[in-house]
């Protein structure tokens, strides 16, 4: 097992983005910046964070994240990407829980409220209330079509993404605004469903809101030779109806049929049918799809299968072969999408998808996230040291000023930030010991509304009356009041607490 080493040795020559690499006695990976993986983590989390809460004003007076997928100090012309401020919403609602930090809830507020304001398809179009993912006039402020196909055309995946996300920002703000949005998206969702086949997702990848047409993706063995002409004429060979990215709609469905609002039993209608197709096809032929904004053919990728992993890791209810699924997609992956250019250092990384194959510091980062899930749910330990020497090969992505370069070509607002940060704190959440020794709330059931550590006492509301946190504290605790039951863990380096509550929203750990 995974020591936490004092002695390290430094590769003389060989550098991995930013930063020489440094290795432990036995020649493998260690961070960057600091030998503990605690506190090297929570390092690059709050460097990332402090790039992306201090980045410029752009041209038309929002945050440049709000305009551009690529940040470039002379302004990168492509617009936003397909999930990224979704993927933001999901990483600062988990590093708001771990820091208390009151800008970070703030600038969720921000992002989400000027998204709905700019972004929504017309209330009478075909597929109304949905977000488009894309400003095709980057500076304007609007979003308004797709990167690829263009103006009109969305991407029904990332409105459910975003429904989870605003149902989660509704309870943890507790401003309507965001639930009602989420209501609309999941009518509309609710409404288009269809069952689904081994072509066919339940919903489409990309589809007109107008007209209701899917567009086209081209078939990646054709794709080299035909490029130049497809991409010009938006010709292709395959009906871009099939992706598998629904676990955020899986789970949006949910959480609306848990509060009671809005068409509860379509909802219920609705998830099961995604479900069963999940489990019908993906889940058995490893047909995962595509997911990025700027790929126009046919690829697979490592997002949406990991994701469904996690997801079923979470909620086995769902699937009595959950463990057996979960494991053949975390083979698929390896298998698939493995990167063995970094082995030297003992690592493997992942690549993004089969399209373009090269190693991700997000997606190498989300594989170590779902390996120390896979352990933590089922005991079986055995890629705990592979997902450590993961997560420690990421933080090279990450200058001492906060910027965060994808490892083959630019600096990502999505993979960077967004999709990166949730990843450690996840990890975090599965393995403890990689947590920093210092105070701070790893995991919750329930949406945390409030929290904020003091000198000698945390204090924490929640959204739910009865659930369950996790925290990684220095020392024992004196005393924990608004707990049904609470028991305490040591580890080498200080301990955890696990917070059991029953018809109790607020919580104090004093020490």
């Known amino acids: 097992m995974f020591s936490f080493i004092t002695g390290y040795c430094i590769a003389q020559s060989d550098t991995i983005v930013y930063h020489r690499v440094k290795l432990d006695k036995q020649g493998n990976i260690l961070p960057w910046n600091y030998n503990e993986p605690g506190k090297a983590y929570s390092d690059v989390l709050k460097r990332v964070w402090l790039f ?4 410029e004003t752009d041209s038309n007076g929002q945050k440049y994240y709000m305009n551009h997928q690529v940040w470039n100090s002379h302004h990168d012309k ?40 700019h972004s929504l398809s017309p209330a009478d179009s075909k597929w109304p209330n949905l977000p488009y993912p894309y400003n095709m006039d980057v500076e304007s402020g609007i979003y308004d079509g797709d990167m690829i196909l263009g103006k009109n055309y969305l991407q029904p995946d990332k409105a459910g993404s975003l429904g989870n996300e605003l149902i989660r920002l509704y309870k943890k703000t507790g401003n309507e605004k965001y639930l009602d949005a989420a209501v609309k998206i999941a009518n509309t969702l609710a409404e288009k469903v269809r069952k689904g086949d081994a072509e066919n997702s339940p919903w489409p990848f990309k589809v007109n809101s107008v007209t209701g047409d899917t567009g086209m993706l081209v078939d990646e063995e054709v794709w080299y030779e035909r490029m130049e002409n497809d991409v010009k004429n938006k010709k292709g060979n395959k009906k871009s109806s099939y992706t598998t990215f629904w676990t955020a709609s899986i789970e949006m469905f949910s959480q609306l049929i848990g509060l009671k609002k809005g068409n509860v039993d379509r909802y219920r209608k609705a998830h099961d049918m995604v479900v069963d197709w999940m489990k019908e096809y993906p889940a058995k032929n490893n047909k995962w799809g595509p997911f990025f904004e700027d790929v126009p053919r046919w690829s697979d990728t490592q997002i949406n299968g990991i994701t469904y992993a996690m997801y079923l890791l979470e909620h086995p209810q769902i699937d009595r072969n959950w463990k057996q699924n979960a494991s053949n997609i975390i083979k698929w992956v390896y298998d698939s999408l493995g990167n063995y250019d970094y082995k030297k250092y003992g690592v493997i990384c992942i690549n993004e998808q089969t399209a373009y194959r090269v190693p991700g510091n997000s997606h190498t980062a989300r594989q170590a996230a779902c390996d120390l899930l896979f352990a933590e749910k089922t005991g079986d330990t055995a890629k705990i040291d592979d997902a450590i020497r993961q997560l420690n090969w990421a933080t090279y992505m990450v200058d001492d000023d906060g910027k965060n370069f994808y490892p083959t070509n630019a600096i990502w607002m999505t993979d960077g930030y967004g999709d990166y940060v949730r990843h450690y704190l996840r990890a975090m959440a599965s393995y403890p010991q990689l947590a920093p020794v210092e105070n701070h709330l790893l995991r919750s059931s329930s949406v945390i509304r409030k929290i904020t550590y003091g000198k000698k006492q945390i204090d924490y509301t929640t959204f739910d009356g009865s659930g369950n946190e996790l925290l990684k504290l220095t020392a024992k605790p004196a005393s924990v009041t608004g707990a049904a039951k609470w028991t305490w863990k040591d580890l080498k380096y200080g301990g955890v607490i696990t917070v059991s509550r029953k018809n109790s929203k607020q919580v104090t750990i004093l020490y």
């Open 78 to 117: 492509r617009g936003l990407g397909g999930d990224q401020l979704m993927m933001a919403l999901s990483s600062w609602d988990l590093y708001y829980n771990y820091t208390g930090d009151t800008a970070v809830l703030g600038n969720m507020q921000y992002m989400a409220d000027y998204y709905l304001t």
């Open 52 to 55: 992306w809460k201090n980045i």
